[in-house]
């Protein structure tokens, strides 16, 4: 296993950009989730998909944010029209059919919105 | 609602020597799992050690153990033999099949050389 990768690394983007990201979960994990951490704080669930299908969102997920799994495979969170209070690391993490309980996580995207 | 306390912001151990995290947890499932994770700095989310609630047998792993008490809600991590690489903020960590993962807000562990 390679481990869950994510893209970009760092994003910096003006207010009312739109943004994506793309994570690469571990092969053959079929949970893929998505969390945002923001500074000093732990990373709060937005939402999880079970091979393609979105199982659950949180409140959290506004109308700007978007996920998408499409082959069950990768998957992408795009942020439409951000606000500065987007500003933080979005995390991404996996798990295996057999062991759903336990998740691992990539790196992370830290976006910047100025 | 499920959640997760992190009473202790940051704690600091002498190289070597132990330390014990602390966590309470709120919920009403008698079946979920609970787990630490260690987050050093600019680097991802390693986990160190997952517990099940139905089991009545603290988990270990090397030099990390937790002290499991189900009827109290509290689940801390004990860290033996501290080292420099323990250096991270801890997150403890529930997941039940009904609720998805929460986290408590850390601790901050500095180990002194």
């Known amino acids: 296993d390679t481990g869950v990768s994510q893209n970009p690394r760092h994003k910096i983007t003006k207010r009312g950009q739109n943004v994506t990201f793309r994570c690469d979960p571990i092969?053959?994990?079929?949970?893929l989730y998505w969390y945002r951490q923001t500074l000093g704080q732990g990373p709060e669930f937005l939402t999880y998909f079970q091979n393609e299908a979105q199982l659950e969102k949180s409140r959290l997920l506004s109308d700007r944010f978007s996920a998408e799994r499409p082959k069950g495979s990768f998957s992408t969170l795009e942020i439409q029209r951000t606000e500065q209070g987007d500003s933080a690391m979005y995390l991404c993490a996996s798990s295996p059919w057999y062991y759903t309980d336990t998740q691992y996580f990539g790196p992370g995207t830290r976006l910047t919105v100025l | 609602a499920q959640t997760v306390t992190q009473s202790q912001p940051e704690m600091s151990v002498q190289e070597a020597e132990t330390v014990t995290l602390s966590c309470t947890y709120d919920?009403?499932?008698?079946?979920?799992?609970l787990f630490w994770y260690k987050q050093p700095p600019s680097r991802q989310m390693i986990l160190v050690i997952r517990q099940e609630a139905y089991k009545q047998q603290n988990a270990t792993e090397n030099r990390f153990s937790v002290n499991f008490q189900k009827a109290a809600k509290s689940f801390s991590l004990k860290i033996s033999d501290s080292q420099l690489g323990d250096a991270a903020m801890y997150f403890c960590a529930y997941r039940s099949d009904h609720n998805d993962m929460r986290f408590g807000a850390g601790t901050r562990l500095t180990v002194k050389p």
């Open positions: 919920t009403s499932e008698s079946d979920y799992y």
């Open positions: 092969s053959e994990h079929n949970r």
